[in-house]
Antibody, heavy 123, light 108 residues
Framework: QVQLQQWGAGLLKPSETLSLTCAVY????????WNWVRQPPGKGLEWIGE???????VYNPSLRSRLRISIDTSKNQFSLSLNSVTAADTAVYFC?????????????????WGRGTLVTVSS | EVVMTQSPGTLYVSPGERATLSCRAS??????LAWYQQKPGQAPRLLIY???VRAAGVPERFSGSGSGRDFTLTISGLQAEDFAVYYC??????????FGQGTRLQIK
């Protein structure tokens, strides 16, 4: 049973950099694109981006200029970095893994989720 | 970007009855459509993918249908634990993957 455990700073000031990490337990990083999704308080879900075990990334165009997703296969972890944050970046951030598939690398619908980290941006 | 529109925004249904939730894409997503359930303070839970395939452990009372632009999630015999917010997501055209704004299912 794969589990995702995430952590990172929960309170930031405007212009600072948001940093979160998600550790994968009970499974390998291979075979999947690993994702970040966020949800502003009381609002819907927004996909942030994804990375595979080779470090190939796909980003939401709306965030691309401020976004970096990285992976550390030695620690079975992947990370999110979002710079120049504003109050609009206040949200619960989730890491997520796609449902298993028959392809070489799975992407698409998200079956396994972290518990979420509330990140608040406030001066 | 594919825009996903869910209706209604809030749906009131009595326990034991059937709920029908709709999701429309701004362009065809073929059958690459997923449904999620989210309860307060929790991560979303995948219910349906491929428009009609139930995810592991999802009860049979949840069913999905549709293709192209129009999709439906049906919950038969509503139980107390089913009252939550439901989101659809397209994963046919990305980046980005996009979600609908959600339908809140409330007890009537």
């Amino acid at each position: 049973q794969v589990q995702l455990q995430q952590w990172g700073a929960g309170l930031l000031k405007p212009s600072e950099t948001l940093s979160l990490t998600c550790a994968v337990y009970g499974g390998s990083l291979n075979h999947y694109y690993w994702n970040w999704v966020r949800q502003p308080p009381g609002k819907g879900l927004e996909w942030i981006g994804e990375i595979d075990h080779l470090g190939r990334t796909v980003y939401n165009p709306s965030l691309r200029s401020r976004l970096r997703i990285s992976i550390d296969t030695s620690k079975n972890q992947f990370s999110l970095s979002l710079n120049s944050v504003t109050a609009a970046d206040t949200a619960v951030y989730f890491c997520a893994r796609p449902v298993d598939c028959s392809a070489t690398i799975c992407t698409g619908p998200f079956e396994v989720w972290g518990r979420g980290t509330l990140v608040t941006v406030s001066s | 970007e594919v825009v996903m529109t869910q209706s209604p925004g809030t749906l009131y249904v009595s326990p034991g009855e059937r709920a029908t939730l709709s999701c429309r894409a701004s362009q065809s997503v073929i059958g690459n459509l997923a449904w999620y359930q989210q309860k307060p303070g929790q991560a979303p839970r995948l219910l349906i993918y491929g428009a009609s395939v139930r995810a592991a452990g999802v009860p049979e009372r949840f069913s999905g249908s549709g293709s192209g632009r129009d999709f439906t999630l049906t919950i038969s015999g509503l139980q107390a634990e089913d009252f939550a917010v439901y989101y659809c997501q397209q994963y046919n055209n990305w980046p980005p993957y996009t979600f609908g704004q959600g339908t809140r299912l409330q007890i009537k």
